[in-house]
Each structure stands twice: as structure tokens, then as C-alpha cells.
Nanobody, 121 residues
């Protein structure tokens, strides 16, 4: 019902920057929230940042001041600008949206397949 495709991951040195993109497609009625999660090997998946259709944002404490989330509602696309990257940011980053789509009566969560971000010298 909703497909999410991430792009922009890769290898970057500490202190560098990357910009992740995620485009949503499918039988979408309303996307309420879009966000980014990440999961490092052996660790739990955690919320990195989220943004509502109205532009309200939320960030994990570990990325505040370094990461910026934004979205283009017309394109159903969410972005994550990551600056001053640290080795601790190394993880698979997953795009997520909460949306009414297809024949669903209630909003559901949809997930992308993930994109790997590696921060290393």
C-alpha cells in the first residue's frame, strides 16, 4: 500500500555530512508523520527524528543540533541532513511513515528497507 525508498547512505569521515532522502509512493490518503530510525549492530532500533505534516519536528537528544529533518508534502518525501557526523552515528537508517493508505481503516506504520551510514576515518 505504501512503498518507501531510501537513498543517500554511504561512507563518510568523522565531522562530515550526508543527506538522506526517502520517497513514499502508493495508494496514500494521508501521511501524518514521517521519520527516520536507525539501528546499529547489536543495538535496538531508535528514533532519530520525526516530522508531522504540519512541520512539527522531534529529535533524539544525541542528534540535536547536528541533524535536521524536513519534508516535501507534495512529493511525499522526507529528508535527513546529517552534519558533524560521529562514529557513533554508524547504523542502518530506516525511513518510516504513519499513514492512511489503501483499504486500511486506521493509520499504519510503513518502513523502508534501510540505507547504511558508516562514519569512519
Amino acid at each position: 500500500q505504501v512503498q518507501l525508498v531510501e537513498s543517500g547512505g554511504g561512507l563518510v569521515q568523522p565531522g562530515g555530512s550526508l543527506r538522506l532522502s526517502c520517497a513514499a509512493s502508493g495508494s496514500i490518503f494521508t501521511i501524518y508523520v514521517m521519520g527516520w530510525y536507525r539501528q546499529a549492530p547489536g543495538k535496538q532500533r531508535e528514533l532519530v527524528a520525526g516530522i508531522t505534516s504540519g512541520g512539527s519536528t522531534n529529535y533524539a537528544d544525541s542528534v540535536k543540533g547536528r541533524f535536521t529533518i524536513s519534508r516535501d508534502n507534495a512529493k511525499n518525501t522526507v529528508y535527513l541532513q546529517m552534519n558533524s557526523l560521529k562514529p557513533e552515528d554508524t547504523a542502518v537508517y530506516y525511513c518510516n511513515c504513519n499513514a492512511n493508505a489503501g483499504s486500511s481503516w486506521y493509520p499504519q506504520d510503513y518502513w523502508g528497507k534501510g540505507t547504511l551510514v558508516t562514519v569512519s576515518s
